[in-house]
């Protein structure tokens, strides 16, 4: 696979997903597009896995100072 940017990705799963549910594919084509979606699944799981890790945000503590907090908790949901 080519390298692409995560949203390029993205859109190309989705557009597969969509002539998959359609249903008006040869059998040969249909197992080449879902052969393709499984890796661009993985490939963007594993670019959101990455990240996840570098996600923080900046919050006030109580006494005013400013301090980073982990959000990767919120990627979860």
């Given at each position: 696979?080519?390298?692409?940017?995560?949203?390029?990705?993205?859109?190309?799963?989705?557009?597969?997903?969509?002539?998959?549910?359609?249903?008006?594919?040869?059998?040969?084509?249909?197992?080449?597009?879902?052969?393709?979606?499984?890796?661009?699944?993985?490939?963007?799981?594993?670019?959101?896995?990455?990240?996840?890790?570098?996600?923080?945000k900046l919050v006030q503590t109580l006494t005013g100072d400013l301090e980073l907090e982990d959000c990767?908790?919120?990627?979860?949901?």
């Amino acid at each position: 696979m080519e390298p692409m940017k995560f949203e390029e990705a993205l859109k190309r799963l989705e557009e597969i997903v969509s002539q998959l549910e359609d249903g008006e594919l040869e059998l040969d084509e249909a197992i080449r597009l879902f052969e393709e979606g499984v890796k661009l699944s993985l490939y963007c799981q594993k670019e959101l896995k990455a990240a996840d890790g570098k996600v923080q945000k900046l919050v006030q503590t109580l006494t005013g100072d400013l301090e980073l907090e982990d959000c990767a908790d919120l990627l979860e949901d």
